[in-house]
């Protein structure tokens, strides 16, 4: 039979599990149970760790873009600190995504405690380099000390914060390069629009069929496609995953902040987990059928124009400017033109003027004006790295595209969007002729 010592609290001995040889007559609060005691007295809430400045602002601001800036939910607006053995784990979560990061740690007292994120986040930037001290004094105290600076900031208890929704990705888990994730997102999240009706729009299609690694955005006008080689086993099993465009711009941030040679994942239920190197990222999935796009990506065009990126990419950029604070701000709509082996772009508002600027070009095919969303060419080739793309045009009503010059056995790409079938720019509208008879409009919707 042991006793416990009467010298110590109820405060000092919760949550304390005590495995013995025999039953134990409990004191207190105790209660009798074979080879296990847990005393549940009052809980004691302490806490004390020393971390690195620099580690530990990175990653508080990392974490914080899983936090929702107006949440109904308040303790949602904190982060959860939990001081384990030579490290500290810190999670952010919103209920439908939540952020894990674990850096390295002196911890003297293991603990948890919540802590208001932005004040957190601004406290931390403030303070000078070296190690900074965090200690839960008395609940809901905490102190914040480094060199001569010190902050006392009032948390929560860490039982009224959210059981965070972090699976642990096991054997199973799918590999995948780095840099083929961090392509497959670049060349496709800048379509995902912010707010839509149809849930599969909020969202990039990650797939792989066989040895075809591909990735999808789309709305209700334009299309990104990406896709490359299966680096993984064979053996690896099909799958297809709609991630939502929030998860899709943390991992960009994480996999900015660090160099990782692969990136792991899984699903566990509704969720899908990432995991890069001492982060890991989780969120619920889209439930909804991401719609048959592969039918919109075209083939051929008899009208190609081949140009290098950077010169047309720059060209548009300068004559969208005078769109700028119009109505047609979103939307410039710009004329295409060859003229000569060049490309001219032009723009016209009535209220503002005309912008007009000529890029090189080989001409493939029989050309015809076109009228395009000046925007949507901006996005496009700020995200590709392609020293020379190719605009496929079959007529102004039909789907248009972007495309790689030339083959690649590794990835491609292809953008596709619809023309302006008519330009519509303040008023002024102008017919556009082409050569050839055309079609009836396409719908870019399942």
Known sequence: MADLPSCLSDRDWSDLIFRVETAYDGVGRGHRMEGAFRYSGRPRKTMKVAVEKEPLF?????????????????????????????????????????YQSIIPAQVAARGRIALPAKVLVDVVRTLPEGLITIELVELPRV????GRSSFELLGLSPDDYPIPQVPALGDTAYVLPTWVLRRAIDYTDFVIPKHTLREAFLGMLLEKRGEVLSAAAMDIYRLAYYESRWEGSSAVPDFSLLIHR???AELKSALAADAFETVRFGVSGHLITFELGHRRISIRMIDDTFPEYRSFIPESAPYRIQTPRLPLLEAFRRVVLLAKGTPVASAPSVRIEPKDGSLELRFQHPAVGTARDVVEA?????????????EFLVEFLSAVQDEEVELWFKSTREPAAVRPVGANTMETY????????????AGVTEEVRVPEEEEDDVAMED
């Open 58 to 98: 990175t990653e508080l601001r990392l974490i914080q873009g899983a936090i929702e800036k107006k949440s109904a939910i308040p303790t949602l607006s904190y982060f959860l600190m939990e001081a384990e053995e030579n490290r500290l784990r810190l999670t952010a979560s919103d209920m439908e995504l939540s």
């Open 143 to 146: 102190l914040l000390e480094a």
């Open 246 to 248: 929030k998860a899709l």
């Open 362 to 374: 080989t001409i493939h095919g029989s050309p015809f004006p076109v009228y395009v969303n000046g």
């Open 414 to 425: 292809c953008y596709v969007y619809m023309p302006i079938a008519e330009a519509e720019t």
